[in-house]
């Protein structure tokens, strides 16, 4: 175990430990601690919205959520010697959840995936599951049972939702211009394109006086993945993997957060994976120069480990950039991932499950999510990949039909 | 080796053969042979351009496609008892190029991968590679190598691009009118938002006279995948591989073609994974009802198979739904994806091969396309995993810097 | 498909074709071709009995096998520049079974796996099964079943049992001295110890006069595996394998046989995995001086392919170096293994299948058989492991016991 | 984390436990907990030797240890309702070192492989390294690295070496018996044959009196694997992994210790594995009378989990059952296994390991040892799969021969 650079005191809120984490992306976080190159240490987490989802059998919880308060990062750490231009080699030696004591927050024991209602966040199908829903799963050392999905049990693919370097000043007025621009595409759209600045709910760590209202009026949310990483909700961010990073300011200022006990590729449900809170042992080092020795000056890069759950049999489901209303959309992946997600929905419900309960499931299991083809036009094809060896019966399709069974419900809202 | 239902003289044109096949789809295109459920038998293909493309060092050949004649499939198979709203189970015994002769066309020891000029066809990154481009690729059993990409070797996960049940004349009319809509919304563009159909070039199979007239007509293009599977390009599509297909017309009426040797996960390079004729071997079964009991109405259900290549170490990039001139997509899987292609080409540019080189590569190899969110508005993250294995080099960044090397070319036009 | 160059009519026997092969290890057996390092090149086989066994349903061809016969080699092939001290690549590119015509011989669609009677040959669990049985397999592309064992299908690991370079004249001397003297130890014991020099049946290759004299005269066994590799069955000579063959005479004189669709780690059965004829395509290509180089002077050294079967579960059985009488042996493996296969055969019984179908399951299908630990004094512990996806229905350990079904009959002797 | 069962002061001595545990197999020994079936829970355990070895770099402690203290086993818990005839089901929901303080013992940050000098112990290779020697091993989360093997590391796959349910008395005076028949075919053997029931150095757990005594003076030793399971080594009793455990007395009574951060087949080294204390996460339930149903009643059965660390690239090595005298063994795994090892080792000192690294390497990574035939008489084969990606250099032969390189030196004796 190494060095806990980042302490959490899952008894209290983010904003009440000690050293506070923050939840905007701003340069003028300061770090909270700094480390060598080549240091290990542990970094330990609150669940992405500082505990305000219960282990209870209502969706109210969910339905109601404040979301001007994710995510709940720790951090910034800063590395010596990393200045703009290089590649911050990050490498995950081990996540988990927190140490379990009274099972009070996401993380000690159990941890939840929740569907956003339409008016609050909304989901990937918000079209067709407008309302709150969610599923609280039982940790079993490497498996997850939920007694909101019976007949279902899978060791978790777990990672972080959530790490990233800080954004530079000029980076982050780029963000926020561009999201801006699509923001005043639609201003009034449900949910909303994009998410600004919102200083209500902001923390700006330790940054205080002029440096916090700056954090707090400018700082970019936390929910989209941007230049630096950040939310990409990468399921393969596992045990072992190793992630090069660009670096935008001086010591780079690593923030991490949102951990996923697992979590299926799309993280449909958007509320989200399995949530917890937890810890992270990470590895650093620098590449001097990296970004432009290795062309890498958009996006982090990586190698993920070799750790993960391990499947050899799939049922997957294909979809098509035809829309629900037989609309056609020019190679659009997303409209052609909606409908393998749909088309998955609607089999798992020939054998019992609710609907809410099947896109659940999609959103927690370690699915993978496929595109095909981007190039026949003017259908794009992607597809799903669901481990057949997660459920306790025998999911393939055969001649006799599905054995269609009581399989019990999801929480959902008052 | 099971029966030849479908046998193809590759010394000869599609539209030569004894029983030709055929390039659009229409339900009155005749079967040619019918087999039981529970049969075993063999296919015979051309590759998708029935021959129009070279084993040479030019890719003026790709450049000058004719473009109404894809895709050659053999067919149709019909299966005894096969009705509207059963499933067909199609299994994927064996598949594999044609027996060496004299090498003349794709298939027969070679196959290739062509980009599109952006004024005939096009593909994923024609705003970037708006010329066409080529590489042969030699097959060494299960192993392929190209001299056009030197320093790399894989496996090939050799698959159908393309097969699927014939459509009811129904179906065609939706597909044709929600295919009409959408070109009517940019009827000049370049390369076309889809194919409408088009007489010229047309094969109708062993249809004749009005009927034949009529599949010329109103025949649906093969490009795009559909409702009843068709060029859905899914890699795993590989040996071992069992598909559930809705069943649209009496007989079901299995037609197939486009074989690859490999293929990269989105077929990028559109002219496409690495492209040969051969031959596929297929089972065949009923579901009776299937479609209904299953809720599999609108695009085939599949379990891959497992005799895959398999690796276990990947080169992985991510891209985000923002485009190249900084403008922000909403959750564009498409966009997202196009970004991770491109920092993937950015990346092996600088060991040295050019971007066509790299471009093909991503076309042809067995890389993974992963949707990792859609859901964290505005900025949807997709990923792209290359297994290092397939490179004679250690392609993973290092503190040292990538060796750039001589990496020789590619076939371009004159 | 590469130039083959030693080709096999498999309506004759070996010792009819244009150029035979050969069934001993000598080296005055002339090379019957000479290929350049970096050759490719396909050799056909036929199956090691020389086609003494049929599809039918009786063990009685078994029992009564000639086993002065195999391993019908096809063979020597000559590398040139290859000399005494090199390691000889050997790329396994493609291997398959005999395009299938009339079906009269094992390769043609079909194979088999038998258990020699002990007084003819014994196998591994002779004591338990002294008598012949059989299973023939129909082959359906990559998966294989048996009408002799209901229940099971699996994708086939197809790989030469057998493959080797000419030994020198010290070396076969040598294997000559160390095998009698094993033998000396035991000269009645039935099974042999060893299988000495047999003129009779062998079947020298191209040599004449006094060579072939001295090949028949002196000429090694084919039975076990020797420092030039020889009959080592290792299934994971697969498809795209590369093993580093070390080489004793100029030339190197490379033969092979004894193709098996699939086997079992141990071969347990004897007369052994899914045995056929087909042909096999290799790369070749001389690391000069490597046996010095790499320390690699006794026995070949492998990187297995990647295109294997996959599977992530398995159930799996434990055996220690107690034997059946419950004496004690040190650290004894083969003990140790032989119980492991006993205890699979009990539990595999409980579900129906006869002892002999069991142990013929475990010689042909991919299961695997682990050295566990040989330190723990007295005992050591293998473990053997079945894939659990190739039964249809699920094996496992539960709670209400197994399902004990009519699961067929194998072929037993009349 | 489950309740904690069995606790464990790593600052003291097994034997001054509040609760201590036991290092001698008894039905006598008093359960130390109940759990009914069903139940999760966690069991602390020490290292296998009581702490003896340190993490320095001399193998004087390995080559001094006193072989009476192992192994230290926490337990037994007892499950409610189990009987004798039942199937104990055992789940490893997790399992991990000891949370890091001082690092003072063997799992607080580090372990240990050792290779036990031949008077003292012996290992599988004793004749070839007679003395002691030891690599410690820091682990970073998932990944292990040694001072004392530069240029390796790997992802450990966790498991314990040793755990089963007590025996019967019945069962114990069967073990004695066979044991000591054993030894007295050559009672003055060096290392010996087994190792016989030894007062001194043995802990009874919490029997006391009569019952005590009996415990000192006929407990089995716990070195090796028997018809309970004990000391199977298995590596692949790792995270997810389900075990199905005989029952020989009421209770069941399930002791566990000797965890290994990793291991490669064969635990070669003996002393041992990666050595640690650390804590394992079980869950228990059972198959009433499932000894008798699934004819399970010699040896555990299990189902591997799908946890463990994925490598599809090996190096492997070969050997046949010919000793280095050049003596023929009849189908001896083991003399087959020592030769494959030999031989990996010679090809890894070209490299310029020395044979002592090359030897603990194999003791430690997570390399397969496999039985490749056991019936080509007179030489099983059997071979070693070493990953290749736990090498920072490419291990696999070229043509211009290995790189040697001062690779440091690992811990020998003063």
Redesign the interface.
Known sequence: ??EVVFSVDQTRSMRDQEVPGHNRWHPDIPAVVTVRAGA?FRVECRDWTDAQIGDNDSADDVRDADLTVPHMLSGPVAIEGAEPGD?LIV????IGPI??QSGAVAGQ?WGYTGVFARENGG??LTEHFPGASKAVWDF????ATSRHLPGVKF?GITHPGLFGTAPSADLLA?WNR??R??IDTDPGRV?????PPQPHGGLAGTASGDAAERVLAEGART?????HGG??????FS??ARV?CPVFVDGANLSVGDLHYSQG??????C?AIEMGGFI?F?VDL????ME????????????????????????????S?DES?????????VA????CL?AI??L??WGYSGEQAYLLLGAAPI????????????????L?IP??IFDF?V????E??VKKDRGRCALTS
């Open positions: 175990m190494p290990e590649l490498d995950i030696l081990d140490p379990q024991g989901s990937f079993h050392g490497v498996y060791a780029t561009r999201e621009a699509l949910p909303p394109l994009a998410w929910v989209p993945p941007r230049e939310n990409q909700d990468i399921k393969n045990r072992g090069f590729e799309g993280e449909i449900t958007f989200g042992d590895h590449i001097k120069g990296g020795k290795y062309g890498v000056t958009t996006n982090p890069v990586f190698l993920p480990g070799n750790v993960e759950p391990r499947y050899s049999e799939f049922l997957s489901f294909v979809g098509i035809v037989g609309t056609n959309h020019y190679l659009d992946a997303t991932y909606r409908r393998a088309n609607e089999y419900k020939k993978e999510g496929r595109i095909s083809e981007v190039v026949d036009a003017p259908n794009a094809c992607c597809s990949y057949t060896a025998d393939r399709p055969n001649a039909g599905p």
